[in-house]
């Protein structure tokens, strides 16, 4: 009775890992309330088992048409801008005072 009993636990164990586990960013749950029905499920599944195994190549995802607000574009600077320099003479003077100084240790 205790072996059985161990072995459900265990079951019910890997079945909410299974089901509450992310993988690839959404769980199994959030999987089955994306899809349209249990056919679609199963054909994602085996699609994304298959992706998983190296076996399949991942479609696409298109943009939804549907989707309520618009893509934002990426604007990225054509280049990174060139680093100044910002110090003072006074600065400069102490950086070399203390350079001077820990050259003489």
């Keep these: 009775m205790l072996r059985f009993l161990f072995g459900l636990a265990l079951l019910l ?12 960013g959404r769980t199994v749950l959030e999987r089955w309330n994306a899809s349209h029905d249990t056919r ?7 699609r994304e088992a298959k992706v998983a195994m190296g076996i399949g ?5 298109p943009g939804h048409p549907h989707s309520p607000r618009p893509a934002k574009p990426q604007a ?28 003489k240790h």
């Design 57 to 61: 190549v991942e479609r696409p995802h």
């Design 76 to 103: 990225r600077p054509a280049r990174p801008a060139t680093p100044t320099e910002q110090h003072s003479d006074e600065d400069r003077a102490t950086l070399d005072r203390i350079v001077t100084e820990q050259a």
């Design 13 to 24: 164990a890997l079945a909410a890992a299974i089901v509450l586990v992310p993988m690839r």
């Design 40 to 46: 679609d499920f199963l054909e994602r599944g085996y």
